[in-house]
């Protein structure tokens, strides 16, 4: 898929162990029920029941894939470590202000898996994600964007 292992905190791969078990066995026997109460309502080709069934056993399906293939290419990030480091490692938070602007915003560098309340989340592999890591406070750094060529300032590494 990717070249790069996606990092993931201990907790975000248990839980995500946890959902994929969830889907792949009490899901798939809620879908398969569903389905199999619409197809007894009667004409398949008109039964709204049936369509919607099988459209949320594609979109279960999809996630189960997903989750598969994230678990497949983790690695698991040393928490300690990054919470310690001085520079900009994956699992880190980093606060940022953008030049030009006042405003300081929190990122969680990671996969998007990780995402929490209050910290948004960039991967490692994105232009912004590339650019920051191995910074420390302080340093300025620039990347392109779908705009053009953003600065932004590292105000603080870690939490």
Same mark, same amino acid.
């Not at 919470?83 to 940022?96: E, K, N, R």
């Given at each position: 898929?990717?070249?790069?292992?996606?990092?993931?905190t201990r907790a975000?791969?248990?839980?995500?162990?946890?959902?994929?078990?969830?889907?792949?066995?009490?899901?798939?026997?809620?879908?398969?029920?569903?389905?199999?109460?619409?197809?007894?309502?009667?004409?398949?080709?008109?039964?709204?029941?049936?369509?919607?069934?099988?459209?949320?056993?594609?979109?279960?399906?999809?996630?189960?894939?997903?989750?598969?293939?994230? /678990? *497949?290419? !983790?690695? =698991?990030?040393?928490? #300690?470590?990054?919470?310690?480091?001085?520079?900009?490692?994956? &699992? %880190?938070?980093?606060?940022?202000?953008?030049?030009?602007?006042?405003?300081?915003e929190r990122f969680?560098?990671?996969?998007?898996?990780?995402?929490?309340?209050?910290?948004?989340?960039?991967?490692?592999?994105?232009? /912004? *994600?590339? !650019?920051? =890591?191995?910074?420390? #406070?302080?340093?300025?750094?620039?990347?392109?964007?779908?705009? &053009? %060529?953003?600065?932004?300032?590292?105000?603080?590494?870690?939490?």
């Amino acid at each position: 898929m990717t070249d790069q292992p996606t990092v993931l905190t201990r907790a975000t791969y248990e839980r995500l162990q946890a959902e994929l078990e969830d889907l792949t066995t009490r899901g798939r026997v809620e879908i398969a029920r569903a389905i199999e109460a619409a197809r007894a309502l009667g004409d398949l080709s008109e039964n709204g029941d049936y369509h919607a069934a099988k459209d949320q056993q594609g979109k279960m399906e999809a996630r189960i894939r997903q989750i598969e293939a994230t /678990l *497949g290419e !983790a690695q =698991l990030v040393d928490e #300690a470590a990054a919470d310690a480091a001085d520079s900009v490692v994956p &699992g %880190t938070v980093v606060a940022i202000r953008y030049e030009g602007d006042d405003d300081v915003e929190r990122f969680l560098v990671g996969s998007i898996e990780e995402r929490t309340q209050g910290v948004n989340v960039v991967s490692p592999g994105s232009p /912004l *994600g590339q !650019a920051l =890591l191995g910074k420390t #406070a302080g340093d300025k750094v620039q990347y392109e964007a779908p705009g &053009g %060529t953003l600065r932004v300032e590292i105000v603080q590494v870690g939490t």
